[in-house]
């Protein structure tokens, strides 16, 4: 049985004393075991399971995301159309939540809001980035041999990351930094050039617009293509320990991460900390 925790009624409690336990050999544990194929008591596996469902792999036909920058004609199909098991994982993926006012509420979109934002993040923010890609890719002894083969990259390809974020103008800032590296550590940038993904809770940002059915498929992309990262690198407004919610379910949803994946959040004073090591 895996020691892991649930929020019940009471508080937070171990599997060991929770309303699980109590399913004792009725047909609900049973059937749960038939289905979700876990073991009984295994709350992780269940809620990996219940993702899962959310978004198998492969679209239905005429759904597309908007732009996907970074993939080839082929990846790109491949990301459209084949099981979740079967499409080539990213070597990382990053994820910001700036939390911006003009989206987390009611408030009209900011010139000065976002402009001061930009300079922020990139004089601070997405330079540690880019540094810390250069190190985990390129530098560190732990890391730099051994990335591609989890995503069985051969010797002449640049690391691939997906780039996910909740604002689009940081979202375009990043990855104009990330163009310009170095040439001898490059990186290959990949996101979607979708103007509404929506990754915050005030969800009437979507309301009034006549976008609203292709945000939700460049949201739901956006938040697919986050589960197919073999490391995650975060940041959330204020350096904050924790990471988001959107960036958390995606990262949770592949066996594949449990085994091997790690995040890594961006903190104050721009350290990076490892926040989960997924375990065996």
């Not at 041999?145 to 010797?155: E, K, Y």
């Not at 990351?161 to 163009?179: E, G, M, Q």
């Not at 960036?247 to 900390?273: C, D």
Request: aromatic share 12%; with cysteine; proline share 4%.
């Amino acid at each position: 049985m895996e020691d892991e925790s649930v929020l019940l009624p009471s508080g937070l409690s171990t599997v060991a004393s929770n309303w699980y336990q109590y399913t004792g050999q009725n047909a609900t544990r049973s059937c749960i075991e038939s289905i979700t194929g876990c073991a009984f008591g295994s709350v992780g596996c269940v809620e990996r399971y219940a993702y899962r469902q959310l978004f198998p792999g492969g679209l239905r036909q005429n759904v597309e995301p908007s732009e996907v920058h970074g993939l080839s004609e082929g990846e790109y199909k491949a990301f459209l159309t084949q099981p979740y098991d079967s499409v080539r994982r990213f070597d990382a993926t990053i994820h910001i939540r700036a939390q911006m006012a003009h989206l987390e509420t009611k408030n009209e979109r900011a010139t000065v809001d976002i402009a001061d934002a930009v300079q922020y993040y990139a004089t601070v923010i997405f330079p540690a980035f880019s540094d810390k890609l250069t190190d985990y890719f390129y530098k560190s002894p732990d890391t730099k041999d051994s990335w591609r083969a989890l995503s069985n990259a051969s010797l002449s390809d640049p690391p691939r990351v997906f780039i996910s974020c909740d604002d689009v103008v940081l979202k375009t800032a990043l990855v104009s930094l990330l163009h310009r590296r170095p040439v001898e550590y490059p990186i290959i940038p990949v996101y979607v050039n979708g103007s509404r993904i929506v990754h915050m809770k005030y969800h009437n940002t979507l309301k009034g617009t006549v976008t609203v059915d292709q945000s939700v498929v460049d949201t739901a992309f956006d938040w697919y293509a986050m589960s197919l990262g073999n490391v995650l690198f975060a940041y959330r407004k204020g350096a904050t320990k924790m990471f988001s919610t959107f960036a958390q379910t995606a990262m949770r949803v592949s066996l594949e991460n449990r085994k091997t994946g790690k995040i890594f959040m961006l903190t104050s004073h721009n350290k990076w900390r490892a926040v989960w090591d997924w375990p065996e």
